[in-house]
């Protein structure tokens, strides 16, 4: 069983050009559309891509669950280039619909949750339908549709997060950054389709970020979960 500190000497290393990456983002903190502007808002997603990639992965059977966040992340950082120039935010939106059904697929829905499900379908209704008087055309049906993918992926990557059987920290890594996506992606809809947000940019992709970075250490026990089991209280 590995213990905290083994698991960050381990994969510590492997974060540092991420970590670099998006301090260098919030430095400078570029808004302008422009080439520059697109990569270092993609830097941080590409050293995530790496970072899954360091840790292992190939065609076999056991690295599925790794492949499909991989992929997911691809297409996310395809769809943050998109979304810096705002006429493409259509394309962008449709990179993350495929980033979340990956997210989706990788997570699966072995624990239904019924009850976590109604809570967060609730929840994602009620943000459309706040959200859907200042939709206009394709957007009126790509944004419910993109509401109810990223809301199907925080369901199922919750499910996976059992505190009464044995929890991962992967699994942990995994819930918060989903929590953190459907943050970000709200507060994105809202400061896009409703109302102006203070500070919108560092809230959204301070949340962002969290969250891909959540997202892609749930990878590292997709070999072997039972490496990277949470240790139990001692009573």
């Known amino acids: 069983m590995s213990s905290p500190t083994q698991v960050i000497k381990c994969i510590g290393p492997k974060l540092v050009p991420f970590f670099k990456s998006v301090s260098v983002y919030f430095v400078l903190l570029a808004e ?13 997603i590409m050293s995530l891509i790496f970072f899954v990639l360091l840790h292992g992965i190939s065609l076999s059977k056991e690295y599925t669950f790794s492949r499909r966040i991989l992929i997911g992340l691809i297409f996310s950082c395809i769809g943050d280039a998109f979304l810096v120039w705002p006429n493409c935010f259509t394309a962008g939106m449709c990179m993350f619909a495929v980033a979340q059904i990956m997210y989706i697929i990788a997570f699966g829905f072995e624990r239904l949750s019924l009850t976590l499900g109604a809570l967060l379908y609730t929840f994602c209704a009620v943000v459309i339908y706040i959200l859907m008087p200042g939709l206009k055309g394709v957007l009126a049906i790509g944004v419910p549709i993109y509401t109810i993918l990223i809301t199907t992926m925080a369901w199922r990557a919750i499910s996976r997060v059992q505190f009464s059987g044995e929890l991962t920290w992967t699994k942990l890594c995994s819930c918060i950054g989903s929590i953190c996506f459907v943050i970000s992606d709200t507060l ?20 962002y970020y969290a969250a891909q970075l959540g997202i892609a250490l749930s990878a590292v026990d997709s070999k072997n979960n039972s490496n990277n089991r949470v240790p139990a209280s001692k009573g």
């Open 188 to 207: 994105l809809g809202f400061h896009h389709f409703h109302t102006k947000l203070p500070y919108a940019q560092v809230s959204i992709m301070l949340t």
């Open 32 to 44: 302008q559309p422009s080439v520059l502007t697109a990569v270092l808002k993609c830097l941080p």
